[in-house]
């Protein structure tokens, strides 16, 4: 009888190092990994292209009453094995890690509405287990009921200090500063809202990765998620 896949809900702050984890996990595991911090980011896109997000305000009824009309999918990318993410059938991956949506994604998630959409989508994703999901409300909101639920954190330095190499090495023209104030602006906004604000779920593990390889968070990452496999597969006795 095939293995019954398990859901993985990866939660944290931002550049904790979640996607480069939740992918190595999917990878190893063969499972599907979705991003839905991407989503979010689309919809931030779809705004401030509509003059709907500037600075701190962001017109939330215009948001809502276009809902319908925005589209986001992930499509495979052949050539670099990575599944972009698509806004009304345009490739959105590069643009939705500028600066200017990381400044206003934050105001466009907290709208009760898109999240109530985004988490409608990612539930029907994970439908069918065999996923990898990362957020803010993985395993609080969208998947209360995973079978592995891992907090990621990291010290705030050394959050920023990652962040900041990742969009230099990218040719992105930002000041450390403007890293740092926009990850601490996130990181409160992302734990302050009233809807699905980032927590650590009851039964997550967490994983503190401030000093941990690469290699050695997702060691131990792996080692949770084989056991809870084992659990959902329990050894038919001889
Ligand atoms: O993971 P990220 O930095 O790409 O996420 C972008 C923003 O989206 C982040 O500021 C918080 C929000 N987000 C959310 O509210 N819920 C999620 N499940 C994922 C992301």
Known sequence: ??????????????????????KAMAAKLGYAYVDSGAMYRAVALYALRNGWADGDTVNGPAIIA??????????????????????????????????????????????REVRAKLRAMQQQMGLRGGVVMDGRDIGTAVFPHAELKIFMTADPEIRAQRRFDELRAQGRDVTFESVRTNLAERDHEDTHRAEDPLRQADDALVLDNSHLTPHGQL?????WAEQRIGMRNPKMGN
């Open 66 to 111: 276009s809902l319908n009309s925005i589209d986001v999918h992930f499509r495979p990318d052949r050539a670099t094995g990575r599944a972009d993410t698509y806004l009304n059938g345009e490739n959105v991956e590069d643009e939705i890690r500028s600066m200017a949506v990381s400044s206003v994604v934050s105001h466009v998630s907290v709208i």
């Open 219 to 223: 060691a131990l990452a792996l080692q």
């Open 1 to 22: 009888m095939a293995e019954r896949p398990i859901t993985i809900a990866i939660d944290g702050y931002s550049s904790c190092g979640k996607s480069t984890i939740a």
